[in-house]
């Protein structure tokens, strides 16, 4: 029998993809919502060597607000675990955003902002001494990432 649907692969925490009828994914993606937050958020850099022994575990601290990115936060001690080389508190945005879903209600999930997004609102001098703590680690021996928090305590 020959299918009359294409389907799109979605990664999900399970290691085989699940297939998804095109259409149902469309209309998912129509029925998501960004919703832009008064509350700020809290960005740090990460820097993660390539080589496992440049590393370091480190416990960062949550006390800025609520972690985004909860498979790394320790929520008893209430820090980020993270094996990385060095971290730096980027400061802290304006504004936060989440996802809604039209016609779920009660259902919003915080979302990260992306880099471009979070440094445009950084101002030159906190932007200036990220750039010579990046330099520190070349992307050649190094990658850098982010962590995130919502503002809810300061």
Not at 40 to 56: H, L, R
Not at 61 to 77: E, K
Request: charged share 25%; hydrophobic share 35%; with cysteine.
């Amino acid at each position: 029998m020959e299918m009359l649907f294409k389907t799109v692969k979605i990664k999900t925490e399970e290691t085989a993809p699940v297939a998804l009828e095109a259409d149902a994914y469309k209309k998912i993606r129509k029925k998501l919502q960004i919703k832009t937050n008064p509350v700020p958020t809290f960005v740090i850099a990460v820097a993660i060597s390539k080589e496992e022994v440049g590393n370091s575990y480190r416990q960062i601290p949550t006390s800025y607000g609520r972690p985004i990115q909860d498979g790394l936060h320790d929520m008893v001690r209430d820090h980020y675990e993270i094996n990385c080389a060095d971290h730096m508190l980027l400061g802290k945005v304006p504004f936060s955003c989440s996802m809604v879903m039209e016609g779920i209600t009660e259902w919003e999930q915080d979302i990260p902002l992306p880099q471009t997004v979070f440094e445009s609102h950084l101002d030159s001098n906190t932007l200036a001494n990220f750039k010579v703590w990046r330099d520190k680690y070349p992307k050649s021996t190094h990658k850098i990432e982010f962590l995130q928090m919502i503002g809810c305590y300061r």
